[in-house]
């Protein structure tokens, strides 16, 4: 039963209309990380903070799935073996397409967590400085987004999924950040067939051993066809 395990970035929900990061008029090129992607930025100014993922969350509340992440949940629900999807996304279109096995390494715009105790729940649409902990009542309430400079959710599962994957799939990003960027390389050297399916080449695509190139719209269901139909 082969298991596959796919990375999924920004480019893969692009074509529903929510922004990437690094392409021409990307959100880094609209805001700085250190001010909106950082806890020493929500220290600084959380309602601006706040406004960044309050834009971000109703866009993605209000975006559609798309083709490729259609593809993917048929991939998870006709595939003989399991299917996990390790998502450096944060607006839950895989969960909306219909997938389950899903991981949030950077956590995701519909929760919110206590910076004081640490719990987690629902988030409201629209969060501001200030908004208390339903559980521990501190005014300590923020996004369940991982910031630069916090460790990635999940970690010690996705390297367990890494080690067992017979094919494993990077789609739509630029593997630019660390770890997501090293899962390409530490798949193929644990055995997996790799494949990058991107509108470009990454800077990591020479850690893939197959490379498809295209919008995903059209190259996902195109992949997820050929295995499905193997
Ligand atoms: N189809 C396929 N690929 C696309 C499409 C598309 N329609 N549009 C863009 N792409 C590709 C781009 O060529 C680029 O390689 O998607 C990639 C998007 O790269 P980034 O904007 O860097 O996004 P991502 O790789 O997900 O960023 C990783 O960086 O800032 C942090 O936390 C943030 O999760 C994010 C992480």
């Given at each position: 039963m082969e298991k596959i395990v796919i990375l999924t970035g920004a480019g893969i929900s692009a074509e529903s209309g929510l922004g990437t990061f690094r392409d021409e008029g990307g959100l880094w090129a609209q805001h700085a990380i250190e001010d909106v992607a950082t806890p020493e930025g929500f220290a600084r100014d959380p309602a601006l903070v706040h406004r960044f993922y309050n834009t971000r969350r109703a866009q993605a509340a209000e975006a559609v799935p798309n083709p490729a992440h259609a593809a993917l949940a048929r991939l998870e629900a006709q595939h003989s073996g399991e299917v996990w999807i390790v998502t450096?996304?944060?607006?839950g279109l895989h969960e909306k397409a219909g997938n389950s096995n899903v991981l949030h390494m950077h956590g995701a715009l519909d929760g919110a967590l206590c910076a004081a105790c640490d719990h987690r729940w629902p988030a409201p649409l629209v969060m501001a400085p200030g908004?208390?902990?339903?559980?521990?009542?501190?005014?300590a309430a923020r996004p369940d987004i991982v910031w630069f400079g916090e460790v990635p959710y999940h970690m010690e599962r996705i390297w367990q999924l890494l080690d067992e994957a017979d094919l494993f799939a990077a789609i739509g990003t630029s593997g630019q950040v660390y770890p997501a960027a090293a899962f390409g390389q530490h798949a193929g050297r644990a055995g997996a067939h790799t494949v990058e399916l991107n509108m470009e080449a990454s800077v990591n695509a020479r850690d893939f051993s197959e490379a498809r190139h295209g919008p995903a719209s059209v190259i996902v269901p195109e992949w997820v066809k050929g295995i499905l139909s193997s």
């Amino acid at each position: 039963m082969e298991k596959i395990v796919i990375l999924t970035g920004a480019g893969i929900s692009a074509e529903s209309g929510l922004g990437t990061f690094r392409d021409e008029g990307g959100l880094w090129a609209q805001h700085a990380i250190e001010d909106v992607a950082t806890p020493e930025g929500f220290a600084r100014d959380p309602a601006l903070v706040h406004r960044f993922y309050n834009t971000r969350r109703a866009q993605a509340a209000e975006a559609v799935p798309n083709p490729a992440h259609a593809a993917l949940a048929r991939l998870e629900a006709q595939h003989s073996g399991e299917v996990w999807i390790v998502t450096q996304n944060v607006d839950g279109l895989h969960e909306k397409a219909g997938n389950s096995n899903v991981l949030h390494m950077h956590g995701a715009l519909d929760g919110a967590l206590c910076a004081a105790c640490d719990h987690r729940w629902p988030a409201p649409l629209v969060m501001a400085p200030g908004d208390s902990c339903p559980s521990c009542a501190a005014p300590a309430a923020r996004p369940d987004i991982v910031w630069f400079g916090e460790v990635p959710y999940h970690m010690e599962r996705i390297w367990q999924l890494l080690d067992e994957a017979d094919l494993f799939a990077a789609i739509g990003t630029s593997g630019q950040v660390y770890p997501a960027a090293a899962f390409g390389q530490h798949a193929g050297r644990a055995g997996a067939h790799t494949v990058e399916l991107n509108m470009e080449a990454s800077v990591n695509a020479r850690d893939f051993s197959e490379a498809r190139h295209g919008p995903a719209s059209v190259i996902v269901p195109e992949w997820v066809k050929g295995i499905l139909s193997s």
